[in-house]
Every structure is written in structure tokens, then in C-alpha cells.
């Protein structure tokens, strides 16, 4: 089975600092057609996961520019060039090559 | 704007059948990939599978033995069976739209969601 790991379980920033949160998978998510088969996802307190990113870089409509994704292959970051306070939440990647899985998610708080 | 709502009993005694409906206004079923994701303090997020306009299905292996996910057009809903439970399925059930990128239209992701509703397994 296909892993995907976010090893920081929870982070504190600082609004206006940048925040980066990493995502792993135990499979290249590379796939033949060129694209990185990796979204992520954001839930709010009391809400409803939100998409960010689809394809590993592409912004979902209406996605703040702040919101940034890269990686390739088995290693994606999120980055958030100024964390602002609504942005606090539980940030997901999810592989959608073949099964759809998650990571475990990782907390961002606000200092 | 697509608009999902879950529903369906709170409470499932170990071994029998789960079952949930999803309701879907303000737009039409053709354009999504209807899915059920759940979430569990000790399983994370979990996607459980789709059913698409036409009744075909997609399930995650881990639950496909137990699993049947249906769609009824005209009703405008999409629902959820999941057989034999224990409390190990316990968990608040979403149902959502994967729908299509405007850019690419080869690739779908999780683009609506329900509000989810919670379902206690216990006898």
C-alpha cells in the first residue's frame, strides 16, 4: 500500500511569516502523463475540508496567491508566504493516484 | 453553487448495515464523481469511494467487501451501505463531489462537501 506521511504533526506561526508543511508518499505520485497526482486540502475548525492545490502546484479557484504548492515524485510542500488568522486549521495532502489516501494532517496554529 | 447534506441514523449496533443519503441541490449530478470520505480521531481521513452519474462504482479496497455506494438520479441523491460495522467504523461520514478542474479537465478533486454527520457504532 501507497503511504502518505506528513511527519510535522503541528506547527505555530507568527501572521505575517511563512509557513511550509511537507508531505511524503511511499510511491512516486509522478504520474506518466507528467503531473503529480497530489491535492492539498485544508479543514477549518468546525468545517469541512477545502481544497488548495491540485496537481502538486496548481491554486483551486478562489485559493488566496499566498498559497503555494511544489514537489514532485514523493516530496510536496504547501507553503503560505504570510500566514494570516484564518488560515489556522488542519492541513491534508491526499495522493488521487489510484486509491484516494490522506495524510494524517498537520495543525497550523497561530502564535 | 452545489450544495450537499448528509443524513441518516446517528447510531448503528455492531454488525448491522450503515446507511446514509446524500442529498444534492443547486446543480446537476452529471458533472461529479459522487463520494463518501469519513473521519475518525484514530483513522485521520479516509476515502471510502465514488459512484458516477451512469451508477459506476469506484471503492478503496480496504472496504470494498463490506461496501456499496448507489446513485439515484432522480431523486437528486447518492447513498452509502456499509455492512457487517464495528466501532472501528464509527466516524463523522461526508459525502462529496469530485468534481472536474477548469483547466484540466482530465483531473478531478474533492471540490464540494457535505457538512458530515456523525455515526456512533455501538450496541
Known amino acids: 500500500d501507497i503511504v502518505i506521511t506528513q511527519s510535522l504533526l503541528s506547527l505555530a506561526v507568527t501572521p505575517g511569516e511563512p509557513a511550509s508543511i511537507s508531505c511524503r508518499s511511499s510511491?512516486?505520485?509522478?504520474?506518466?502523463?507528467?503531473?503529480?497526482?497530489l491535492d492539498w486540502y485544508l479543514q477549518k475548525p468546525g468545517q469541512s475540508p477545502q481544497v488548495l492545490i491540485y496537481?502538486?502546484?496548481n491554486r483551486a479557484s478562489g485559493v488566496p496567491d499566498r498559497f503555494s504548492g511544489s514537489g514532485s515524485g514523493t516530496e510536496f510542500t504547501l507553503r503560505i508566504s504570510r500566514v494570516e488568522a484564518e488560515d489556522v486549521g488542519v492541513y491534508y495532502c491526499?495522493?488521487?493516484?489510484?486509491?484516494?489516501?490522506f495524510g494524517q494532517g498537520t495543525k497550523l496554529e497561530i502564535k | 453553487q452545489v450544495q450537499l447534506q448528509e443524513s441518516g441514523p446517528g447510531l448503528v449496533k455492531p454488525s448491522e448495515t450503515l446507511s446514509l443519503t446524500c442529498s444534492v441541490s443547486g446543480g446537476s449530478m452529471k458533472a461529479y464523481y459522487w463520494s463518501w470520505i469519513r473521519q475518525s480521531p484514530g483513522r485521520g481521513l479516509e476515502y471510502i469511494g465514488y459512484v458516477d452519474y451512469g451508477g459506476s462504482t469506484n471503492y478503496n479496497p480496504s472496504l470494498k467487501s463490506r461496501l456499496t455506494i448507489s446513485i439515484d438520479t432522480s431523486a437528486n441523491q447518492f447513498s452509502l451501505k456499509l455492512s457487517s460495522v464495528t466501532a472501528a467504523d464509527t466516524a463523522v461520514y461526508y459525502c462529496?463531489?469530485?468534481?472536474?478542474?477548469?483547466?484540466?479537465?482530465?483531473?478531478?478533486?474533492?471540490?464540494?462537501w457535505g457538512r458530515g454527520t456523525s455515526v456512533t457504532v455501538s450496541s
Open positions: 462529496a463531489g469530485l468534481g472536474a478542474t477548469a483547466t484540466y479537465h482530465f483531473y478531478y478533486y474533492l471540490d464540494v
Open positions: 491526499m495522493r488521487s493516484l489510484q486509491t484516494r489516501t
Open positions: 510511491q512516486s505520485l509522478l504520474h506518466s502523463d507528467g503531473y503529480n497526482y
Open positions: 496537481l502538486g502546484s
